[in-house]
């Protein structure tokens, strides 16, 4: 078999980097190895459009398996790697399989956090990745249960809202003070909280979980440190990630919370390159977060442009990976919607009011984020702003009568 270039993961970041390879000329062999049985798919629907009904698992699919066919895309389903033989140039998968390669790609993802609390095994204990994590969640809907979501981050309070919007009794545990602590401010926590809340769903915040009880194998209750159980029929765990850098780990490629990679996503073997949830990079937007000013994003903007970026580079067309990070979560009827990266410490100046504002975060005196609800227009021009570096003042911000899409465009 001819080397060619293989990618490990078929999600979002490993299927951008495959076809943008073919997008750009790239004619050699193509190989994409994947865990699941399913042809690549969206993951952020999973949580909110799918759950609720909205689109199936034909709409879920990223492309159809004739564009695999039609753009000699090999895929390997269900084929998780083992082993990376770095010296004979070959991945190694799980039956055995051997399949060389002229450069490898690591886009091999994140996987869910787990509960280090007893009954965490118990039945009806469930947490959201992947697709068949969805189907269980969707028929476990059924019939009415008693829902602890334990975190408040983005997939636990849009699985709530989504839960709560079927008229079931939900409640969030969350260890920190507010929901959403490392992601967002507290001006845009308690919105969201209040916006929650309205639809019936209940929070035990600064609560911590010692363990999940349970009644003939399965999940009743969850108890919390300061004596409280909360009925339980099904218990969602969303306590964040924790980057796929094992394979990488063992082939001997530098590891931090990630696999490290320079600013052209390359590792510390030029042969194999990571990008995606697993990539840990330098980012000219991650100063002040980090000592080395390297970031690790798990979101689909990062996943599509790191491929973009790494297939320009093994096609001939090298950049410098400095793409702005932006999200978005939709909870409820509310749309979040976040560019660039916040620290915690960081200072907010709103702008809006009632149920469509922004927040504008600064540090040390300049834009770091700018988290929207509701003000789609307001994310673009933070996204133009932020990616041009353009200079804005805390009391720039906080004046209303700035024109800032005129200052975005450059004629401020």
């Not at 490990?8 to 050699?28: D, I, K, N, T």
């Not at 927040?359 to 702003?385: P, Q, T, Y």
Request: with cysteine; proline share 6%.
């Amino acid at each position: 078999m001819e080397p060619g270039i293989v990618i490990v993961g078929a999600g979002q970041a490993g299927f951008q980097a495959a076809a943008s390879l073919r997008e750009g000329g790239y004619h050699g062999p193509l190989t994409l190895v994947g865990d699941e049985t399913a042809l690549p798919y969206q993951r952020p629907p999973l949580s909110k459009a799918y759950l609720a009904g909205k689109t199936d698992a034909d709409g879920l699919a990223l492309r159809p398996a004739s564009f695999f066919a039609d753009h000699r895309i090999t895929l390997h389903a269900a084929s998780p790697a083992k082993a990376i033989d770095r010296e004979g140039r070959r991945l190694v998968l799980a039956d055995g399989t051997a399949l060389p390669f002229a450069h490898l790609v690591l886009a091999t993802g994140s996987r869910n956090r787990p509960l280090p609390v007893p009954g965490a095994d118990l039945d009806g204990v469930r947490q959201l990745r992947g697709l068949a994590d969805a189907d269980a969640l969707k028929a476990a809907l059924e019939g009415g249960p008693r829902i602890v979501v334990i975190g408040a981050g983005f997939i636990g309070l849009e699985f709530a809202a989504v839960a709560a919007g079927r008229g079931l009794d939900v409640t969030v545990v969350e260890a920190a003070e507010r929901a959403m602590a490392r992601a967002v401010s507290a001006e845009t926590a308690a919105f969201f909280r209040t916006a929650h809340e309205a639809l019936g769903v209940r929070f035990a915040f600064a609560a911590g979980v010692t363990a999940l009880t349970g009644e003939g194998g399965r999940v009743r209750a969850v108890a919390l440190a300061d004596g409280r159980e909360l009925p339980a029929d099904l218990v969602v765990v969303g306590i964040g990630v924790l980057p796929n850098a094992d394979l990488a780990a063992e082939a001997g490629l530098s590891v931090a919370d990630g696999v490290r990679v320079d600013a052209f996503l390359a590792t510390s073997d030029p042969a194999i390159s990571a990008i995606g949830d697993c990539a840990r990079f330098p980012s000219p937007f991650a100063h002040g977060l980090h000592g080395d000013g390297t970031v690790r994003i798990e979101s689909v903007q990062n996943a599509i442009d790191q491929g973009r970026c790494l297939a320009a580079r093994l096609t001939g067309k090298p950049a410098a990976y400095a793409a702005l990070p932006w999200f978005w979560s939709d909870q409820g009827p509310h749309k979040l919607q976040i560019a660039g990266l916040s620290a915690p410490g960081d200072a907010a100046v709103i702008r809006g009011e009632g149920s469509a504002f922004s927040v504008f975060r600064f540090r040390d005196g300049r834009l770091s984020a700018v988290e929207s609800i509701n003000r789609a227009g307001d994310h673009m021009i933070a996204r133009r702003l932020l990616s041009a570096g353009t200079p804005l003042t805390p009391d720039q911000a906080a004046d209303p009568a700035l024109d800032l899409k005129a200052l975005a465009m450059g004629r401020g």
